[in-house]
């Protein structure tokens, strides 16, 4: 089974702040890779594929990077809406895996 | 637009069947690959697998012994089948879509809360 590494675990930051989390995987995904984003009591929300396509409806503050076994994904200026938690996705292999998740908490 | 509704019982005994439904709207079963994802109270989400357009399943290897996902395209919905459960298997239970192939998942039910417990 692949690996996938989130880190950090957790992060707390201020509103309009620069968010980077990342991936690794324990060998190389050649960009199949997806990020979810979840809030309490809900189920997950697609919010990008191959490493870097937006999905349709996302806002374009959330922008996905990497390639090999390293991967990010960025929010570019922290809204309160963006409190939640955001797990990683491979498909490159069956089967599939998920990273343990990064809770991010607006300060 | 493409919905899914998962059903079933909330609470199952120890050593018994766990066996949920997913029902999908606004799409054909035959036409897209289907997965049923568990997430455990507080904890990440796991893959337990998914049917492929053609009815062909795929399993996680660590629940391939207890795991069946059927499916029923006279109805448009899919099924998952957990036997011997245990407190371990505790979860909320989401059937979910993918839409090009068995890559991400854009679509995914609400989720069902299935307790483990005598």
């Known amino acids: 089974d692949i690996q996938m590494t989130q880190s950090p675990s957790s992060l707390s930051a201020f509103v309009g702040d620069r968010v980077t989390i990342t991936c690794r995987a324990s060998q190389g995904i050649g960009n199949s890779l997806a990020w979810y984003q979840q809030k309490p009591g809900k189920a997950p929300n697609l919010l990008l594929y191959?490493?870097?396509r937006l999905e349709s409806g996302v806002p374009s503050s959330f922008s996905g990077s990497g390639s090999g076994t390293d991967y990010a994904l960025t929010i570019s200026s922290l809204r309160p809406e963006d409190s939640a938690t955001y797990y990683c996705q491979q498909y490159y292999s069956v089967p599939l895996t998920f990273g343990a998740g990064t809770k991010v908490e607006i300060k | 637009q493409v919905q899914l509704q998962e059903s079933g019982p909330g609470l199952v005994k120890p050593s018994e069947t766990l066996s949920l439904t997913c029902s999908v709207s606004g799409a054909s079963i035959s036409s897209n690959y289907w997965s049923w994802i568990r997430q455990p109270p507080g904890k990440g989400l796991e893959w337990i697998g998914c049917?492929?357009?053609?009815?062909?399943?795929n399993y996680s290897p660590s629940l391939k012994s207890r795991v069946a996902i059927s499916v029923d395209t006279s109805m448009n919905h899919f099924f998952l089948t957990l036997r011997s459960v245990t407190a371990a298997d505790t979860a909320v239970y989401y059937c979910?879509?993918?839409?090009?192939?068995?890559?991400?998942?854009?679509?995914w039910g609400q989720g069902a809360l299935v307790t483990v417990s005598s």
């Open positions: 979910a879509r993918y839409p090009a192939g068995l890559r991400w998942l854009d679509r």
């Open positions: 049917i492929s357009d053609t009815g062909k399943p």
């Open positions: 191959d490493a870097s």
